[in-house]
């Protein structure tokens, strides 16, 4: 069964560092989104991408944050500058054209 | 941001015996709704859905019904096996719109 894969699988990064999460969505998905959850609590949406660009975004992604589908598999999410409250797993999700997003594993990122 | 809650963080059932979950929302523009189930060091596993124009949807052993005038919906797990023990979080969407809004999860504990 296709899956959503991500990489790595934990990330350790110093604080004003940058960081690039990778995910390779389902390959026939045409929607792909970022989410985060900070530990012990909820599922976050950040961005949603379609057509090359990005469709929704919350207000939790800044200028800090930036997203790119560099080739036709990768979709690639990049914090700039992080902060210790960037600490959070973050989930890749895709989807064709229904409501239901399948999700990957998650990476665990750290800002220390 | 309350939109989709969760109210019991927990819930322990008898294997064999029927699970209940809860989820409650206050969006009245929210029209599909989703369960998903997460194991440790996993991501959201997608379940089972439902669209606003249904009050019941039915996979196996999983059935979410939806009391739209109650802003309500529940899954039901029956019966239940001892690898339903996880995480389950109610999800909802807006139709048109990109991100899923979650709820705080209820942490699944089904006891031989």
């Known amino acids: 069964e296709p899956e959503v894969t991500q990489t790595p699988s934990h990330q350790v990064t110093q604080m004003g560092q940058e960081v690039i999460l990778r995910c390779v969505p389902i390959s026939n998905h045409l929607y792909f989104y970022w989410y985060r959850q900070i530990l012990g609590q909820k599922v976050e949406f950040l961005v949603s991408f379609y057509n090359n660009e990005i469709s929704e975004k919350s207000e939790i992604f800044d200028d800090q944050f930036s997203v790119e589908r560099p080739d036709g598999s990768n979709f690639t999410l990049k914090i700039r500058s992080t902060k210790l409250e960037d600490s959070a797993m973050y989930f890749c999700?895709?989807?064709?054209?229904?409501?239901?997003?399948?999700f990957g594993p998650g990476t665990r990122l750290t800002v220390t | 941001d309350q939109q989709v809650k969760q109210n019991s963080p927990s819930l322990s059932v008898q294997e064999g015996r029927i699970s209940i979950l809860n989820c409650d929302y206050t969006n009245s523009m929210f029209d599909y709704f989703l369960w998903y189930k997460k194991y440790p060091a996993e991501g959201p596993t997608f379940l089972i859905s439902i669209s606003s124009i249904k009050d019941k949807n039915e996979d196996g052993r999983f059935t979410v019904f939806l009391n739209k005038s109650a802003k309500h919906l529940s899954l039901h797990i029956v019966p239940s096996q001892p690898g339903d023990s996880a995480v389950y979080f109610c999800?909802?969407?807006?139709?048109?719109?990109?991100?899923?809004?979650f709820g705080q999860g209820t942490r699944l504990t089904i006891n031989p």
């Open positions: 999700a895709s989807t064709d054209i229904g409501y239901e997003q399948y």
């Open positions: 999800a909802a969407i807006i139709q048109g719109a990109q991100k899923l809004v």
